[in-house]
């Protein structure tokens, strides 16, 4: 099928990133179209409908802001929404802004091709249908491309599986079943406990331990609903100009300048506040001195040998081998609990690894285990992988994986040399992941949606980073990473959890309110990392 809409812009996935950005782009005057492979909005609230799923950022900061009326007509519910609640608001979202009638459902794009000569990028699907558009704007997630375990024989399994990342829309029940699960990042650690409670027999295979801490869930107030209403604005500026994308305050203090006694006294107040940053904010040196580091991660390991009753399996779920906070540290209800039940069993894979699934289970170098279902929480080729499965290519045909093979390399996380017209929506190199991740999402929309009038107005066609401003970046991003504990973790923020991925940081460790800063001086001083250039022009004007 040929494009008969004459559009502006494509906008890859409907997730809290693309509709934002039709939202925005719409309002621009620009037809769009956006292409989702789900049945509905949604993307990784979409997808990810495992048991226990729940976002680990308060529901009150994990919403969008561009809409004053939005946030005072929405009622959360509870100080961490479940999956099914996010689903419902961003359900509303797309409703109320009216956004379904520019998304095609159940559409999934296989290939983009800039075409030169047209100035143009021509988007093919899996149904054969070809679109073009002047702008393409990937809004594919950076958890969104799910992994399975590098072993054979799934094939031969004859019984359930389902993947945390890819969870079915009916519900999925474990009763009296003979269950493994594999994989205890955070949708493992979230999911455990409820599986625990109805299968009959639950076998965890374990390949690295991590650190989780009880996320203290409760219903929301009235009244700090009421106060968070009444100071929106305000708090959304802070949001902004934070570290994290969530206001918190600033450590002045070494871990190593305080007594034993002071010090365990701010890590029990962080733990007991149940969020992801109270623990490491104590401290100014947690995420970069290993002493540091290694009495928060001492604070944790005692706090799991307090709770599981076993000694051997309480130190086979203390994380030992990465510094605390280096890899995604998690948020659970009643995770330790479950392994003091009698029908849950842990095994360490790294002791005992997988070798292959059977028809009947899964063996291990130790033993083979039978199972009704398994589950893989196995997690996903983060940052890149959601890009990598688009044979997307740029001027002269060049792609992502020959300009990547060292590591993605982009400018601002948001564009890539070489691939004139392009936006990466919280893309690798950007905060992201390290970061509430709708404040970075709106703060790239707005920017990209800024830059795109820029070039309109300027009557301009294209708009291309330079490959020295890339350069730049992938250095400085390397740079600030290189100052703290990061990448002494096999993380996915290292690319480490997929076998040939190369090895480096992924995200921008620099902090949301600086990287805003950094994005708004290059839009303010117009784009001079970046070449503009006119149709006519093509390709000479362009340098790269
Ligand atoms: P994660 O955090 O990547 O967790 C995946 C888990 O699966 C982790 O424990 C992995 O061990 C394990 N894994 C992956 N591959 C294997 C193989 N081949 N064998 C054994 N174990 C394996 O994904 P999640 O879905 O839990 O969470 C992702 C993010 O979503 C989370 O951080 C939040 O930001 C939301 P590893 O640690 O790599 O040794």
Redesign the pocket.
């Known amino acids: 099928m040929s494009d008969s809409e004459g559009l502006d812009a494509i906008i890859v996935g409907a997730g809290f990133a693309g509709l934002y950005q039709l939202y925005r782009l719409r309002e621009l005057g620009l037809r769009c179209r956006v292409l989702e492979t789900g049945e509905d909005v949604g993307g990784t609230w979409y997808w990810n409908r495992y048991p226990g799923a729940r976002c680990?950022i308060n529901s009150l900061s994990y919403s969008y802001s561009f809409s004053p009326e939005l946030e005072q007509d929405w009622e959360w519910t509870e100080k961490y929404p479940t999956q099914p609640e996010v689903l419902r608001y961003l359900g509303h979202v797309a409703d109320r802004f009216d956004l379904r009638r520019d998304i095609s459902f159940e559409t999934t794009v296989t290939a983009a091709h800039y075409d030169d000569a047209a100035g143009r990028w021509r988007v093919s699907t899996n149904a054969g249908r070809e679109l073009t558009a002047q702008f393409l704007i990937m809004a594919t997630g950076c958890?969104s491309a799910s992994?399975l375990?590098?072993?054979g024989g799934l094939e031969r399994y004859r019984g359930r599986t389902h993947h945390?990342?890819r969870w079915g829309r009916d519900e999925i029940r474990f009763d009296g079943l003979r269950v493994g699960v594999?994989?205890?990042?955070?949708?493992?650690i979230q999911s455990i406990p409820i599986i625990a409670g109805q299968a009959a027999d639950l076998t965890i295979?374990?390949?690295?331990p991590?650190f989780s801490m009880p996320a203290g869930n409760r219903p929301l107030t009235d009244a700090e609903i009421a106060a968070m209403k009444a100071d929106y604005r305000a708090y959304r500026s802070a949001q902004r100009a934070s570290r994290i994308g969530v206001p918190t305050p600033e450590a002045s203090l070494s871990a190593l300048a305080v007594t034993e006694e002071e010090r365990n006294a701010a890590y029990q107040w962080g733990w007991e506040q149940g969020d992801l940053y109270s623990m490491t904010g104590q401290y100014v040196d947690v995420l970069v001195d290993p002493a540091a580091n290694e009495t928060a991660a001492e604070f944790v390991r005692a706090k799991i040998r307090a709770v599981v009753t076993d000694p051997v399996v309480a130190e086979k779920l203390s994380p030992r081998t990465f510094p605390y906070g280096t890899?995604?540290p998690c948020l659970d209800t009643g995770y330790y609990e479950t392994f003091n039940r009698p029908n849950v069993h842990l095994v360490d894979?790294r002791e005992t690894p997988?070798v292959e699934f059977t028809e009947t289970g899964l063996r291990t170098s130790g033993a083979h285990y039978e199972f009704d279902a398994i589950v893989f929480?196995?997690?996903?080729d983060a940052m890149t992988g959601a890009l990598a499965a688009i044979d997307i290519r740029g001027r002269n045909g060049v792609t992502f994986s020959s300009q990547w093979s060292a590591g993605p390399r982009t400018y601002l996380g948001v564009a890539v040399a070489r691939f004139p017209n392009l936006f990466t929506i919280t893309g690798p190199l950007s905060p992201s992941?390290l970061s509430n991740m709708v404040v970075s999402i709106e703060q790239h929309v707005e920017w990209i949606t800024d830059c795109i009038s820029y070039v309109r107005k300027a009557d301009c066609d294209t708009i291309e980073a330079t490959a020295e401003a890339e350069e730049a970046w992938v250095q400085h991003v390397a740079e600030v990473a290189s100052m703290t504990l990061f990448p002494r973790a096999?993380s996915?923020y290292m690319g480490a959890?997929v076998p040939g991925k190369p090895r480096t940081f992924l995200p921008y460790i620099g902090g949301v309110g600086e990287f805003r800063r950094i994005c708004d001086e290059e839009a303010a001083s117009g784009y001079p990392r970046f070449v503009l250039a006119r149709a006519a022009d093509r390709p000479e004007a362009v340098v790269s």
């Open positions: 680990d958890l992994k375990p590098e072993i945390t990342a594999i994989g205890t990042g955070s949708s493992g295979f374990q390949r690295t991590n890899k995604r894979v997988l929480a196995t997690g996903f992941v096999d996915w959890n």
